[in-house]
């Protein structure tokens, strides 16, 4: 049962902008912390940002400054907004609860900052 569902990515050239979104139709989510993570081919998955039920939000060194995290309880969706895109954001990005849940690990979207 697909409960959530990235979208989003794509290829863009360094210095572009993406805005990732997360579908949440099993209401994961919901009261709980979440949180966009991403996986570079050969490297372990990493926490790019989290944000909690109440809108609190953290960031990876990395990507502050540049990524905005956010959340619509009201829709069920979770953005992450990527500005000035690097190469070495290129990735597939994940959504899913902080602290993530094995089960809850959907398919991903590709990020791929080339120029």
């Known amino acids: 049962q697909v409960q959530l569902v990235e979208s989003g990515g794509g290829l863009v050239q360094p210095g572009g902008s993406l805005r990732l979104s997360c579908a949440d139709s099993?209401?994961?989510?919901?009261?709980?912390?979440a949180g966009w993570y991403r996986q570079a081919l050969g490297k372990d998955r990493e926490l790019v940002a989290r944000i909690t039920s109440t809108g609190w939000t953290e960031y990876a060194d990395s990507v502050k400054g540049r990524f905005t995290i956010s959340r619509d309880n009201a829709k069920n969706t979770m953005y992450l907004q990527m500005n000035s895109l690097k190469p070495e954001d290129t990735a597939i990005y994940y959504c899913?609860?902080?602290?993530?849940?094995?089960?809850?690990w959907g398919q991903g979207t590709q990020v791929t900052v080339s120029s």
């Open positions: 099993g209401r994961i989510f919901r009261f709980n912390d």
């Open positions: 899913n609860r902080y602290p993530p849940r094995g089960n809850f």
